[in-house]
């Protein structure tokens, strides 16, 4: 198993001792679809609560393997491959779908409804897919959380955050056209959703003290000074103190 995949299952609560034999679900979408399904999408299947669960965490509707399809048209009428759909997001204008004729691991694709723009690589894998939205859901599920709706991310900021954290899987297309995703010390992580005129940031910790510190340093970045904000209390508690002066907050 990928470690990926692996880590993925951990985040989610799904552990790997409940996997199952997909051979004879497998078999049976095969005979539907009309198409072999490729080895990584097995690995969805030895799970049966995996796509659940990653569903839940963005509030979307999981098509595989319940309800296994292929991309309909209105999300790709560009496309003359066939995809089959995995998750769609919970305002029914995203769809993530899996090629089904580029080998047994193919990128996992993500595309918007009645766009003409091209379907894009969300991310190079199935195992990368799985980590990366079971990071976003065990990260979001952490307090406090300090956000910002940021101006447009500037190489300067993104170079400074790749020296000081660890990068893990960065993911393309939904839900900007970049999502960065960095972890520091003590369950620090920071989370950017870059796009064109705007960024989001998402930054959490295990302790306030961590994230105090972290808040300080990446408000020398971009236009956070100014920027950050929470919507929790104890988040707001620590801004408040940060707004009072050097050091305050790294008091807390």
Not at 74 to 99: C, D, H, K, M, R
Not at 183 to 195: K, Y
Not at 233 to 242: D, F, H, N, T, V
Request: glycine share 10%; hydrophobic share 40%.
């Amino acid at each position: 198993m990928d470690p990926l995949f692996r880590e993925g299952l951990l985040y989610l609560g799904i552990g790997p001792e409940t996997a199952i034999d997909p051979s004879e679900a497998a078999r049976a979408i095969e005979s539907e679809l009309g198409f072999e399904l490729p080895a990584s999408a097995l690995d969805l299947l030895r799970f049966p609560g995996l796509m659940p669960a990653i569903a839940a965490g963005y509030e979307g509707t999981t098509k595989f393997p319940t309800s296994p399809q292929l991309v309909d048209d209105s999300f790709l009428p560009w496309e003359a491959e066939p995809i089959l759909e995995l998750l769609v997001e919970n305002q029914g204008v995203v769809a993530w779908g899996l090629p089904l004729e580029r080998g047994g691991d193919p990128p996992v694709l993500v595309g918007w409804r009645d766009t003409a723009d091209p379907l894009i690589e969300f991310a190079p894998s199935v195992a990368e897919f799985v980590y990366a939205m079971a990071w976003d859901c065990h990260r979001f599920e952490q307090t406090p959380l300090v956000q910002a709706q940021a101006k447009r991310l500037d190489p300067t900021s993104l170079a400074a955050l790749r020296s000081r954290y660890r990068e893990v899987t960065e993911t393309r297309g939904w839900p900007a056209d970049n999502t960065y995703r960095f972890e520091g010390e003590r369950g620090l992580t920071v989370t950017l959703w870059s796009g064109g005129s705007q960024c989001d940031w998402y930054v959490t910790a295990g302790d306030s003290v961590t994230l105090a510190r972290e808040v300080e340093w990446l408000s020398t970045l971009s236009d956070l000074v100014d920027s950050f904000w929470s919507n929790d209390p104890e988040g707001e508690e620590l801004l408040a103190k940060r707004r009072q002066g050097p050091g305050v907050a790294g008091g807390i």
